[in-house]
């Protein structure tokens, strides 16, 4: 009901107004099926569809969403991806023109990182410290586990001359070294802050098997730009 309400909004608006071209992102990839409706428009500008993440290629299952996304994306003026396999994947499986997919990496912003360009390190004396910055789970049933790392760190002989944060993140049940701590969510700027305080970031991939060679998160690229 919601998409039926965003559609036609768009359609007046499109009524109203010029348009040089209309980006629809996902995910949710059911914004996309927009495009049906929005290509139906007399003088309707180009339609770019615009992934953050895979959809079909998350897990690889062939399915009614992967013909309906196929479609969807023949409809489409032009797509817009974040990885090269991504495009190299779509192109092959979809049969899409490799000239209609285009890759537009993740990245950082310069303005946010210039207000935290000189964050204190926070006084932990000689301790190394390796943090997690964003939400992860500690339970083997999630796309994205923390607790074999949370197991190792707690094994590790060296932790007690070390430390582990995890940033946006709750404590799972049990008993854990001092040295790890957890800290819960916080603003986009403090965030940046906890990267710039740490000496080693841990970026731990989705456990999809065939999904997460086609994603590279925009975090990677703040973390790149900590130092």
Not at 175 to 190: N, Y
Not at 197 to 214: A, C, H, M, W
Request: proline share 7%.
């Amino acid at each position: 009901l919601w998409m039926a309400g965003q559609v036609g909004y768009l359609q007046r608006l499109m009524r109203e107004h010029a348009f040089d071209a209309v980006v629809i992102s996902g995910p949710p990839f059911s914004v996309f099926a927009a495009v049906d409706d929005l290509k139906r428009e007399p003088g309707c500008p180009p339609v770019i569809l615009d992934y953050r993440d895979p959809w079909y290629f998350l897990d690889g299952r062939w399915s009614p969403h992967a013909g309906r996304e196929a479609r969807l994306l023949r409809k489409a003026d032009s797509v817009v991806v974040t990885t090269d396999s991504l495009r190299e994947a779509m192109v092959s499986r979809f049969g899409l023109d490799a000239g209609k997919v285009h890759v537009i990496t993740n990245g950082f912003c310069e303005s946010d990182w210039a207000r935290v360009a000189d964050a204190p390190r926070e006084n932990r004396g000689p301790r190394c410290r390796f943090a997690h910055i964003g939400s992860v789970s500690f339970d083997a049933a999630t796309q994205r586990n923390a607790m074999p790392l949370l197991r190792a760190y707690a094994a590790w002989s060296g932790r007690n001359e070390a430390q582990l944060a995890f940033v946006g993140a709750s404590a799972p049940p049990g008993s854990w070294p001092e040295s790890v701590r957890f800290l819960p969510v916080m603003s986009a700027e403090d965030a940046l802050k906890e990267m710039a305080r740490s000496d080693v970031l841990i970026l731990l991939p989705t456990t999809e098997r065939i999904g997460r060679k086609y994603i590279m998160p925009g975090k990677f690229y703040d973390y790149l730009k900590s130092g």
